[in-house]
């Protein structure tokens, strides 16, 4: 498909982007269709992600999404930019072979790659999936059992070659609502009944981010893969896609039909969870946040602000507080959200409150002084 001359603002890429995020409204669709979309939602923490598929889904019940993951139909594992993302059991069998050079680059890159560089890495993945076929085990119950052989190199360092050259997945009830436990890992195919043999497959991953992060640059494919040179992938499909510019002149790639609607489509308040896909997606993240509120979510922990969404971007990060029987969500703006931005994100907020704590008596929005 010929590129054409369209521009699309810095506003109309955010609505783009808010639509196949489904954050222009929430979708009634099953949880596994819409993380299927997503191509997987970013999870490495053990529960701040339900506020993802809440923001997105209609009526979302937390439980009916955590006995997804009991009984296999959702996984969490390490897959782009190797952090941990909930996906469908098939997905975890497509994305994993595709996205494995950048977990391993991970490895090679880390403290734990240079610990172990004189190591027979097959060995010890070798040694691990035989561990971990009798039973699920930790991170740390797996190094010490594999330092017992490799004795001069730290157990964590053994671990995470496992954790990063073998599928695994952290089985419930880690990332269960309601409940609690280790990150306990096991065999990825022996928890799927999924043989993890599919082939790497650039061009579809491509495709499908598209469908969910697009209109999108090929550096911004890279950063949220976690992949390089992915130029040549691009280019290959370039007949297939519809190449646009954006506002600085850079081609932007998008799928023929994909939803564009215009840059003055209403965007509602919405909150989002500290790792959200929608932060997460692109190398140049100005479509849905300013230079200057990007520095604010930073921290030196690792760990951003949960933040909120007004007309389409961050301007404000949000927390929940729990005292005596009530709850609070204390919401800090960056600026002012005005009149009707401040009524809707405290609507919002209540319904959000509805979902996190629904057994506290009392719940209420608070406003900081903007930060």
Sequence with gaps: MAATDTVLSRRALNRATLARQ??????DRPVT??????????????HTWYVGLQSRIEDLDPHTVGGLL??????????????????TPQDCRRLRSTVQDAIAGDLARSSHGKATAGVDLDAVVDAGRALLEKAPLTPSELGARLAERWTDTPANDLAYVVRCLLPTVQVPPRGVWGASGAPALAPADVWTGLPM???????????????????????????????????????????????????????????????????????????LYDFDNLLRG????????????????????????ATVLVDGE??????????RGRAALEVTPFAPFGSAGREEA?????????????????HEVRFARPA
Excluded at 346 to 361: I, Q, T, Y
């Design 22 to 27: 489904f954050l222009l409204r929430r979708v």
């Design 33 to 46: 269709e819409v993380v299927d979309h997503l191509v997987g939602l970013q999870a490495q923490t053990t």
């Design 70 to 87: 009991t009984d296999g139909e959702l996984v969490r594992l390490p897959l782009m930019r190797s952090t941990l993302h909930l996906v």
């Design 197 to 271: 043999d599919a082939e790497p497959d650039p061009d579809t991953l491509v495709l499908r981010y598209l469908a969910a992060f697009g209109p999108a640059t090929v550096r911004d494919v890279q950063a949220w893969s976690g992949l390089t040179r992915l130029r040549g992938v691009v280019d290959r499909l370039r007949e297939r896609l519809v190449v646009l510019r954006g506002e600085d002149g850079a081609e932007l790639f998008d799928l023929p039909g994909a939803p564009r609607p215009g840059p003055d489509v209403r965007a509602p308040v919405r909150f």
């Design 282 to 305: 692109h190398a140049d993240r100005s479509r849905v946040v300013s230079a200057e509120n990007l520095r604010r979510l930073t921290s030196r922990n690792g760990m951003p602000p």
């Design 314 to 323: 961050v301007r404000g990060a949000w927390k929940v507080v729990r005292e």
């Design 346 to 362: 405290e609507s919002e907020g209540l319904g959000l409150l509805g979902f996190l704590v629904p057994d506290h008596e009392g």
